[in-house]
């Protein structure tokens, strides 16, 4: 009798040392691939970095990133890769709009959640929401619509006409349509800024240098005077600053500056004088998507299909208060 029970004793034993070993076994992690443009400009950079912190900070996700360098063909292969390795997610920032009907239709077959992240895409077989989870990001048309507000403010004491030259970003990037459609709107409802020019910098400081190189010989040819530059991203505007000075022209004095992206060296430029205002392209996306994606999958809970990170305006004389804290 005595054997039966300690043998129970430890049958008992082993079962309540099992059970323990189970409850205390680690969730699952999910992995999550992220398709990056590129590193074009020092938002971008922080962007990723701000992302791969926050997973790497997780105990629930891993991610796998991969950097396209501004090339559509390379973020084609990224996720396509991404798929072949059934990855448990998907975080997307389209390098443009269109191409991606085959690979999300074969995400939402695989039942794989694709979160669009910075910029958005298009699809030509149906809506690009019935294709992703949400889009994750600012309203790039309201950051347009600052950015030219800001311009028109600092002329609001002068007589026109203002030659304005536009610095757009990379063609058909969904980023600077709206940016472009965002200054459209304040252009179209005023006639003293008047675009002399408007040509893509491709969000690149040093495509945005010869850009503005070459727009200054051809102002400079018709004997037209510049007046203000607006530009998608502020990294195109420090190049085009560099422009201006190799030129004999005084950035901030002869030709007013305001960008998008509210990057330190659009601060430090405006606290030299040389920058009239940005418009912060806000960050955010690393909790925020581990934040959609748990819901997710412990709860099966689907997200808005657009979760807003919203803009903030700095100007010239609010910078030096700012600059300090500034973390890209």
């Not at 990224?78 to 975080?91: P, S």
Request: aromatic residues 8%; charged residues 20%; glycine residues 8%.
């Amino acid at each position: 009798m005595k054997s039966k029970v300690t043998l129970l004793l430890v049958v008992a034993l082993l079962v309540s040392v099992f059970a323990g070993c189970a409850s205390a076994a680690p969730a699952k992690k999910f992995v999550v691939g992220f398709a990056q443009v590129g590193s074009e400009t020092e938002w971008r950079i922080a962007m990723s970095k701000e992302v791969q912190d926050a997973f790497a900070a997780s105990d629930r996700f891993e991610l796998i990133f991969s950097d396209a360098q501004q090339k559509q063909e390379n973020q084609i292969a990224a996720m396509r890769t991404f798929l072949q390795r059934k990855v448990d997610a998907i975080m997307f920032a389209p390098i443009v709009a269109t191409g991606w009907d085959a690979l999300m239709t074969e995400a939402k077959d695989a039942g794989i959640p694709v979160i669009l992240v910075n910029r958005r895409a298009t699809m030509t077989i149906g809506d690009i929401e019935d294709y992703s989870l949400c889009y994750v990001g600012p309203d790039n048309i309201y950051a347009g619509e600052l950015a030219a507000q800001l311009m028109v403010d600092q002329f609001k004491d002068v007589q026109g006409p203002v030659n304005l030259v536009l610095l757009e970003g990379t063609v058909g990037a969904s980023a600077a349509v709206d940016r472009s459609t965002g200054i459209s709107n304040v252009l179209g409802k005023q006639d003293k800024l008047q675009v002399f020019a408007a040509q893509s910098g491709d969000f690149n400081r040093s495509k945005a240098k010869e850009v503005m190189e070459s727009i200054i010989k051809s102002a400079q040819a018709r004997n037209v005077t510049i007046h203000a530059v607006i530009g998608h991203a502020d990294d195109m505007n420090i190049g085009a600053i560099q422009a201006l000075e190799e030129a004999g022209l005084r950035p901030g004095a002869d030709v007013k500056l305001v960008g998008v992206d509210g990057v330190r060296a659009a601060f430090e430029a405006m606290v030299e004088g040389k920058y009239s205002a940005t418009v912060e392209n806000p960050l955010g996306y690393g909790n925020k998507v581990i934040e959609i994606l748990t819901a997710y999958f412990d709860n099966g809970t689907t997200p808005e299909k657009w979760v807003k990170l919203f803009n903030q305006a700095y100007t010239q004389e609010e910078a030096a208060a700012a600059l300090p804290n500034r973390t890209f």
